[in-house]
């Protein structure tokens, strides 16, 4: 009984290697990436879309309106134009319990599943009934032979739910359940390399703007050395244009991207929010030398959707002293005939967290 009950709790997470497209539920866009692999090491973007959702479909990272996101899904999926209908989907990384433990090495699964729900019952607030669970070894322990490190992944079972709720209202079916800090990490492996200049032994700082708040994660030899979060977003950017010009603010949010404002959209606008990012990247870089061994950051990748926000990557690699780049990690892949490259360029730090969630099409079985 008890692991029967264990391999249902443990669904989230596992490495599965079908073919299935990655879907970013953010708080304002569904995405999706479907990538193809034609060699070995060797990946094609075959086709992916971005599709906007109404207000309020998504708030704080919570599924409010599972009908409407439903119905979003189903259309960017048409729009997709793929039969595939296998999806990975990820959480926000808030509502997920992560621990990192030492467990004895060299032993059978089963008997680690015992030892993981032995050690979630002393980090998880909730009853085990109330959660999905799952764990994945990472490698052997630091300082000891005969210990592994295990990453044990914990999340109440309706943030799930609701998930997979939203892609079966599109006629979609959930294959994978990951962490969107996590998948947008994967897609931070595909930026690695000669190209941009980084390296594992770098200190990173990936700097996620997105609708409602900029994320700073500071990498380090493939670990996460330090992670803020700030209430600060693109969404402000399109309130700042609508209070300015006068205009609702969905008429803003188009604006911003289509272009078309006033002469004076530049300096009096954009601007003072590219300054307001730039000191947040700024006291977040502060905090992470005061609070950690660290006192320099080598690199930093803009990621989200206002990182192509004009003059932002000069004005950050300006003030900061620190080289700076905006993401891209189809760079390195084909193209299928479908994909406009320049439109991707712009697209893809966007992108990131669907790009990620495509990549767990060819993890390990």
Same mark, same amino acid.
């Given at each position: 009984?008890?692991?029967?009950?264990?391999?249902?709790?443990?669904?989230?997470?596992?490495?599965?290697?079908?073919?299935?497209?990655?879907?970013?539920?953010?708080?304002?866009?569904?995405?999706?990436?479907?990538?193809?692999?034609?060699?070995?090491?060797?990946?094609?973007?075959?086709?992916?879309?971005?599709?906007?959702?109404?207000?309020?479909?998504?708030?704080?990272?919570?599924?409010?309106?599972?009908?409407?996101?439903?119905?979003?899904?189903?259309?960017?999926?048409?729009?997709?134009?793929?039969?595939?209908?296998?999806?990975?989907?990820?959480?926000?990384?808030?509502?997920?319990?992560?621990?990192?433990?030492?467990?004895?090495?060299?032993?059978?699964?089963?008997?680690?599943?015992?030892?993981?729900?032995?050690?979630?019952?002393?980090?998880?607030?909730?009853?085990?009934?109330?959660?999905?669970?799952?764990?994945?070894?990472?490698?052997?322990?630091?300082?000891?032979?005969?210990?592994?490190?295990?990453?044990?992944?914990? $999340?109440?079972?309706?943030? +799930?739910?609701?998930?997979?709720?939203? /892609?079966?209202?599109? !006629? *979609?079916?959930?294959? #994978?359940?990951?962490?969107?800090?996590?998948?947008?990490?994967?897609?931070?492996?595909?930026?690695?390399?000669?190209?941009?200049?980084?390296?594992?032994?770098?200190?990173?700082?990936?700097?996620?703007?997105?609708?409602?708040?900029?994320?700073?994660?500071?990498?380090?030899?493939?670990?996460?050395?330090?992670?803020?979060?700030?209430?600060?977003?693109?969404?402000?950017?399109?309130?700042?244009?609508?209070?300015?010009?006068?205009?609702?603010?969905?008429?803003?949010?188009?604006?911003?991207?289509?272009?078309?404002?006033?002469?004076?959209?530049?300096?009096?606008?954009?601007?003072?929010?590219?300054?307001?990012?730039?000191?947040?990247?700024?006291?977040?870089?502060?905090?992470?030398?005061?609070?950690?061994?660290? $006192?320099?950051?080598?690199? +930093?990748?803009?990621?989200?959707?206002? /990182?192509?926000?004009? !003059? *932002?990557?000069?004005? #950050?690699?300006?003030?900061?002293?620190?080289?700076?780049?905006?993401?891209?990690?189809?760079?390195?892949?084909?193209?299928?005939?479908?994909?406009?490259?320049?439109?991707?360029?712009?697209?893809?730090?966007?992108?990131?967290?669907?790009?990620?969630?495509?990549?767990?099409?060819?993890?390990?079985?």
């Amino acid at each position: 009984m008890l692991k029967e009950k264990l391999a249902d709790q443990l669904e989230f997470l596992r490495s599965k290697a079908p073919p299935l497209i990655g879907v970013d539920i953010s708080s304002s866009f569904i995405k999706m990436v479907e990538i193809a692999e034609v060699g070995k090491g060797l990946y094609r973007v075959e086709r992916y879309v971005i599709e906007p959702l109404p207000r309020d479909t998504v708030s704080d990272g919570n599924i409010v309106n599972i009908e409407a996101a439903g119905e979003i899904m189903r259309r960017a999926h048409k729009l997709l134009g793929t039969r595939i209908k296998n999806v990975a989907l990820a959480l926000p990384a808030a509502a997920v319990i992560t621990k990192k433990v030492l467990l004895k090495g060299n032993q059978r699964e089963e008997d680690m599943e015992y030892q993981v729900q032995s050690e979630a019952n002393q980090y998880i607030p909730f009853s085990l009934d109330e959660v999905n669970l799952d764990f994945q070894v990472i490698g052997p322990a630091p300082n000891s032979e005969d210990e592994v490190e295990v990453l044990i992944a914990a $999340s109440r079972k309706e943030k +799930i739910e609701d998930r997979v709720a939203v /892609a079966e209202a599109a !006629g *979609l079916k959930t294959i #994978v359940m990951d962490v969107d800090s996590y998948a947008a990490l994967a897609a931070f492996e595909m930026i690695k390399g000669s190209a941009t200049g980084i390296e594992n032994k770098d200190v990173t700082a990936i700097i996620d703007i997105g609708a409602q708040t900029t994320r700073v994660t500071v990498m380090h030899e493939d670990q996460q050395v330090y992670s803020r979060e700030q209430q600060l977003g693109g969404y402000q950017l399109t309130q700042d244009i609508s209070r300015q010009f006068g205009m609702p603010v969905e008429e803003a949010e188009v604006a911003k991207k289509t272009g078309g404002l006033p002469e004076n959209y530049g300096p009096d606008v954009l601007q003072p929010f590219n300054e307001k990012i730039v000191l947040e990247i700024s006291r977040a870089l502060q905090f992470f030398f005061t609070s950690t061994q660290f $006192s320099t950051v080598d690199h +930093i990748v803009l990621t989200g959707g206002c /990182a192509m926000l004009d !003059g *932002l990557e000069e004005m #950050v690699a300006q003030r900061t002293q620190v080289h700076t780049l905006v993401a891209n990690p189809f760079a390195n892949m084909a193209l299928s005939a479908k994909i406009k490259p320049r439109q991707l360029t712009v697209d893809a730090p966007a992108l990131m967290i669907a790009c990620g969630l495509a990549m767990r099409r060819f993890d390990p079985a």
